[in-house]
């Protein structure tokens, strides 16, 4: 005879074989009589939370009444964290750029990133920067930092970049359909609409100014937020990036994620704009060089954290290690009993003075586009 535990587990056993197999016939029925039961929805993110720090990001303050894109300008800084399911995602913060394209880049303005430099090392095969190598594969989007072709541009889409911190955007030449990534403006949006007045006015702008050039009225219908246009059409104040050092050149300053400069003032005589840059430099430019209006987008990216170590492995960062943990043999402060460094001046690998050791600027030659340096040393401590 079975025992009263035996029988017990053969009875639910065969109860809940004939459970799933009701279950399994009315849910057919169901995607039979409704094919729209056969979507499963997707499932939310229970362990992603959204929090929102009331900082809001610094962008451009100044405003223009002529085509304006929308006031995206009281945007706070919103993050994504994680619940500790594992140890890698404890720490983990990242920024929430729900408008980015999800798909692939645009193929005809890619190459792939092979030879470029991995490793850090140079043509000859020696490694010139360390603790660099690994990571994923990645395909290298053709910026157009010179943006000299006219005319309106649409933005088709806002992009994420591997290779920089800033996002890039896609834009459509309304004229022949050219199609070309640009550096995305803080708060550009798809749908928005950029120009290049690098060429000069265009005969509609100007026939609306009375065929003169006014300079308050272009600015007015010129400055906002994604436009590229020489230094002399940019008013006074307005906040700008992605700046060029020559007149034909392309964009050299204030490329990176959330980087700006501001117009402190300009001397049409000369030749000369004069800029301020966030360091605190004040830089002279000359008044015919290109920048763009506006914050580089990605404010967000510097309050990122990674979370654990094979993210920065991703990104072909590899460890970096004290030279007080190594061995004597290894560098000039490894060795000794405990944390020692042997009462020496800090130095490189290779006994380089480093953190105050060999002065490498010349005495006496100044950059003659720098006119006032950023602050240094002391200086720089009194103002943080």
């Known amino acids: 005879m079975l025992a009263g535990s035996s029988i017990s587990r053969l009875l639910g056993r065969s109860y809940?074989?004939?459970s799933n197999v009701s279950t399994f016939r009315v849910f057919g029925a169901l995607t039979a009589t409704n094919p729209a039961v056969n979507r499963i929805p997707p499932r939310a993110r229970l362990y992603a939370t959204i929090t929102e720090d009331p900082t809001p990001i610094p962008i451009s303050t100044f405003e223009s009444p002529f085509a304006k894109p929308p006031d995206r300008s009281e945007e706070t800084v919103r993050m994504r964290t994680y619940k500790p399911r594992t140890p890698g995602v404890r720490h983990l913060r990242r920024p929430v750029n729900e408008h980015l394209w999800k798909g692939k880049p645009h193929g005809p303005l890619t190459i792939p990133r092979k030879g470029h430099g991995l490793g850090g090392r140079n043509n000859s095969g020696r490694v010139t920067v360390r603790h660099r190598g690994g990571g994923h594969k990645r395909r290298i989007r053709m910026v157009d930092f010179s943006r000299v072709k006219p005319g309106p541009h649409v933005v088709d889409r806002i992009e994420y970049d591997p290779n920089r911190s800033a996002h890039i955007a896609l834009i459509t030449r309304q004229s022949n359909g050219d199609k070309s990534y640009i550096l995305a403006a803080d708060g550009l949006r798809a749908g928005d609409k950029v120009q290049s007045y690098r060429a000069g006015v265009p005969e509609d702008l100007l026939a609306s100014m009375g065929g003169v050039i006014d300079p308050g009225m272009l600015a007015a219908k010129t400055a906002w937020r994604g436009n590229c246009l020489p230094l002399r059409y940019i008013p006074i104040g307005a906040v700008i990036h992605a700046v060029g050092t020559m007149v034909n050149g392309p964009a050299k300053?204030?490329?990176?994620?959330g980087t700006y400069a501001?117009?402190?003032?300009?001397?049409?005589?000369?030749g000369f704009a004069i800029v301020r840059l966030q360091s605190g430099e004040v830089r002279r430019f000359m008044i015919d060089a290109p920048a763009t209006v506006g914050v580089v987008s990605n404010g967000t990216w510097r309050h990122r954290q990674l979370g654990k170590a094979g993210r920065s492995r991703w990104l072909g960062i590899r460890p970096t290690v004290r030279g007080v943990a190594m061995n004597a043999c290894d560098h000039p402060h490894g060795g000794g009993r405990g944390k020692s460094k042997g009462n020496r001046h800090p130095v490189s690998p290779w006994g380089i003075p480093t953190k105050s050791g060999y002065k490498?600027?010349?005495v006496g030659k100044k950059n003659p586009w720098v006119v006032t340096e950023r602050p240094r040393g002391k200086e720089k401590k009194e103002k943080l």
């Open 16 to 18: 809940r074989s004939a």
């Open 253 to 257: 300053f204030c490329r990176a994620a």
């Open 262 to 270: 501001t117009v402190v003032a300009k001397d049409e005589s000369r």
């Open 360 to 362: 490498t600027r010349k």
